[in-house]
């Protein structure tokens, strides 16, 4: 139809949020760093230790500073990122899909199933995030996929409810009532019809639950429950930098300045979907 | 993908038996400690309790206070700024927070009341207090952030309705159609979001427990957690849940009293 | 010939984009005078009125011109000063009546803000007496009341003591029976009839209903897209009317004794901001020629009977 044109329109609006455009800028530097890590483009390792350069101020060679093994920060830093991010986005599709796939059902089709659903994820609704994730890590074990796995069903119940409220509205439309009486499948009525117009609040949702991810995995890591030394992890350096902050503030300030940086930019992009959503919002 | 599959379905079946577990009461024993995880609730819940009434009282009071500055003068310099407050508040995670504050007062300033043992009200008024300070002024803010966005869409929405006009209208003062006009008939989603924010500190908590020596239900499961002393996990975070459950109800209570429309339905 | 409100060509526009909403409007209200404020939805007849109190919606800002209370210029006037007039001497009653009292407050207390606002004794007697005045049932029930618990129109009998109870020089009504059951609409009619009365008080009554307003008013303000079409008399107005919209209007009034068919004027009102250079009626008017669509006709300055037109009713065309 006239997707083409709708996509573009739909970018003007977001463009046009400051919000959004600041997130959407800081989001891609962020995910330039990280892919730095990735490809191993650092300018060192982030396990290199250098007795050498041991609790050094930052500086040219090391941009944040080192740690108490010679490590450089930055390079840390970067690879927490890395690692953050992609836990993060590992546990928010997990959980999107899950929790589409159970919205979307539940709401469309009703009855049992439902019920079921609204009430199971109510129960989860009750816990506090971090410690949802905390009871389940506990019992699934500290790798990366655990945590990952984790964060995914702590933050399912949230989509599921998000994805099941416009079906519920949308399903009593006049035209998908229309296309049912012309006798199509229900999965292509599913699939062609709802999920388009779903997609916009899921986007919305999947960047704000990518900031909380976020926060949830640097929780667990700072607690000793996430991932595990000498690996880095924003959370961890946090943790570590307790003891060293008072005569070494950058290792403080380097993994909490990256962890704020991802979280306001996630929060931003998000903001700026939701304008793009609804043009006549009053944010800035 | 195959690998991860197989550890798949049994971890799922492993979770909703634990799930199961939740519905079956009887709070269990905590053999580390030697007590029963009752007691072991009995005495830290108020602990957590006190620190999220605390944190409660701050964070909505913050909140709102700002989201009044930002919506009186929506897309100005002062809603920018208001709404900058939001979003940094909503970035700190509490333990980037907890830790800098440590590291000023603690190792700077030589001032850390957390390093002395937990102090109850009862015992030690003052060193309790003085316990309870940087923990809710941390969590305090983790909770204005939220409160104030909602505290001036809340405002902001209230504001172009028809009565605060005739409000206007008749000549009452603007500093009064602020506060008891606009404001007034504002409270309903900040109450919500403030009932949200508190069930969510009754365990939401942990890491600023754990940072500040503060023996609540947060640390209680941690502690179990650590030590894998599964049954008190288990129970404490049942009841985490039963205890969000009722803050819910109270949320519905408060509304009754607050809206005079609500209270004729009756 | 005293003057009590000079409305002199008031535009407004949208804040954001400056699209022009109402264009130079200009009309007086004489001392003890009733006015009235004719136009369709849309023809910027509420925004006219809101902008004397300074009651814009934040969207809408004023482009230019003036309004004069008393030979005073409220227009320029700051919100403090504006306060002391607000409810006092200038008061407004609106279209709504379910949405214009706050739901949280008892019907007495958002009385006796007006007192408070104004630093007059405030009473519970006084409000007492004044919810009688307006014929509510159990005035002193009534004032611990919440307005849920009262009807629409018991609702705008509580917003007339409200903007009378000070007795106000003018007062501008907004539509105020619009919401309401045909019969209810009688009542408060004369409801505000008698209070002008018994206060001398001049009245601005805006309406689309032109049935209505000739009950109300001496003089009527005919208003379309914006502009200010005619002034005049209401018998004047209603026995020759010269802009060819009210003529229109007229025509479109159900006529009791004769079995006359309802004339309606086809087309829509177009957007003020629209219509730069030309006649805001030229697309639906059937007495249209050239010139009427390359150029804006005189507004009326305030003679007896005036018109905003080429070729008005009853000039040759």
Known sequence: MTKKSSRKTWFYYYWNSLSGRIGLILLTLLLLGALCSLFHILPYGPLAQDPTAIIKGPSWHHLFGTDQFGRDIFSRVLDGLRRSLSVSVVAVFLATFLGLFIGVTAGYFGGFLDTLAVRLSDIFFAFPAILLALAIVSALGHTWIDTSFAIAIVYTPIFVRVTRGPVLSLKELDYIKATKVLGYSSSRILIKHILPNIMPILLVQVALSLSWAILTESGLSFLGLGTQAPDASLGLMVSDAQSLVSFAWWTLAAPSLFLMLSVVSLNLVGDGLRDSLDPTRKSI | MRVYYGIDRPVVIQYFNWVKGFFTGNLGYAFHTGTSVARLTENSFPVTLELAIFSTLIGVVLGTLIGLFSASKPGSRRDFIGQFFGLTALAIPSFVLSTTLVAIFADKFHYFPNGFEYATPWHNLSLNLQQMLFPSLVLGIAVAAPVMRTARSSLLETQEKDFVRTAIGKGVKLRRVKFVHVLRNSFNPIVTMTGIQFGYLLGGSVIVEQIFSLPGVGRQVLQGILKREYSTVQSTVMLIACCFVIINLLTDVIYRYVDPRIREND | MNPILQVKNLSLQTREDKRLLVDDVSFEIEEGESVGLVGESGSGKTLTALSILGLLPAAVEVKSGEILFKGESISQMSSSALQQIRGNRISMIYQDPMTSLNP????????????????????????????????????????????????????????????????????????????????????????????????????????????????????????????????????????????????????????????????????????????????????????????????????PTENSHSYSCFHPEGSQS
């Open chain 3, 104 to 299: 949280m407050m008892r019907i007495g207390k958002q009385i006796q803000e007006v007192f408070d606002a104004h630093e007059i004794d405030d009473s519970k007697e006084k409000v007492i007496e004044a919810l009688r005045s307006v014929e509510i049932p159990n005035p002193e029930e009534a004032f611990s009341s919440y307005p849920h618990e009262f009807s629409g129109g018991m609702r705008q009998r509580v917003m007339i003591a409200m903007a009378m109870i000070l007795k106000p020089n003018l007062l501008l009504a907004d539509e105020p029976t619009t919401a309401l059951d045909v019969t209810i609409q009688k009542q408060i009619l004369n409801l505000v009839k008698r209070e002008r009365q018994e206060n001398a008080m001049s009245l601005l009554w805006i309406s689309h209903d032109l049935g209505v307003v000739s009950e109300m008013v001496e003089k009527v303000v005919v208003m379309y897209a914006g502009r200010v079409a005619e002034i005049g008399a209401v018998k004047e107005i209603f026995q020759h009317p010269r802009h060819p919209y009210t003529n229109g209007l007229i025509g479109s009034i159900v006529k009791r004794s004769h079995q006359e068919r309802l004339l309606s004027i086809p087309g829509i009102p177009p957007k003020p901001w629209t219509i730069e250079s030309s006649c805001a009626f030229a697309d639906r008017c059937p007495r249209v020629q050239t010139d009427c669509t390359v150029q804006k006709p005189a507004f």
